[in-house]
């Protein structure tokens, strides 16, 4: 094969090498060009946006993240002083008992009997 003949050898008329020269080719680049340049415009309008709306919701994950961690550790200091209270009390009922073991009976015993005449009703 030839190396030195062109594609367009022999296929018909040649193209103008300038769009200059043909007014429909230099309409038409001008119009790719526009379209690439409002596609541009678009892009970077969209990325920008993208970019805020990104930041936003990093923001607000934080912030909940933020929330639950103190409402978390909130959590565990109550239930912390709940146990210490829980613990408070049954010693002091346990400390009551051996005290006066006949009064902690008795009391028991009024109390179920009470709890039994309030079930009937």
Do not use: W
């Amino acid at each position: 094969m030839d190396r030195t003949t062109t594609l367009n050898e022999g296929a018909g008329p040649a193209r103008p090498a300038s769009p200059l020269n043909n007014p429909i080719d230099a309409k038409v680049d001008s119009v790719v060009r526009s379209a690439h340049e409002a596609t541009d415009r678009v892009a970077d309008a969209a990325s920008a946006q993208i970019g805020r709306a990104r930041e936003s919701v990093h923001q607000a994950v934080d912030g909940a993240a933020s929330t639950a961690h103190s409402g978390a550790g909130y959590a565990a200091s109550a239930i912390e002083q709940t146990l210490q209270t829980q613990q408070k009390v049954v010693e002091s009922a346990c400390a009551s008992i051996r005290a006066r073991p006949l009064m902690a009976v008795a009391g028991a015993a009024i109390g179920g009997y009470l709890l039994g005449r309030l079930a009937r009703f």
